[in-house]
């Protein structure tokens, strides 16, 4: 038997996750940046797959910017 279970996201947790709206998620998965498995009409995107986009996003942060007061929110 085995003993990992491969979890799947469905576009809203996967938004709540990144706090973007249901539809970004749709658009990134439609415009191929983030893989994802139709299942009828629904998508479902795997966790590794949504963890390594989320990664391939990560930008390096510039000393000089890192001040508390500066944090802008997209």
Known sequence: MNSYIEE???????AAILDVTPQM????C???DLPFYKVG????ISRPD???YLA?????ARADRLSLGSAQRC
């Open 8 to 14: 799947y996201l469905t576009a809203e947790k996967a």
């Open 25 to 28: 998620i749709r658009k990134l």
């Open 30 to 32: 439609h415009g191929g």
């Open 41 to 44: 009409r629904c998508i479902r």
């Open 50 to 52: 949504f963890d390594s």
């Open 56 to 60: 391939r996003q990560r930008t390096g």
